[in-house]
């Protein structure tokens, strides 16, 4: 199996920047759509919407 290296991010330095995906309005699949940080206490995240990039806003999670 293998080992996928992620970035480390930058405003915390000790969590992971892992990438999540999601499906746009007409239900394709959009690829890297935000970038977390795995630190929960930190909560930096990249997010790309409709070709802008917004830094540091809460993501929400749905379980569909």
């Known amino acids: 199996m ?13 969590g992971d920047l892992v990438p999540l995906s999601d499906f746009g309005s007409q239900g394709a699949s959009i690829r890297y ?3 977390v940080c ?3 206490e930190c909560g930096f995240s990249i997010r790309i919407d409709n070709g802008e ?9 749905s379980n569909k």
């Open 2 to 14: 293998e080992q996928i290296n992620f970035p480390k991010c930058q405003k915390c330095n000790s």
């Open 33 to 35: 759509k935000a970038w």
């Open 38 to 40: 795995t630190n929960h």
């Open 53 to 61: 990039v917004s830094f540091g806003r809460i993501l929400k999670f």
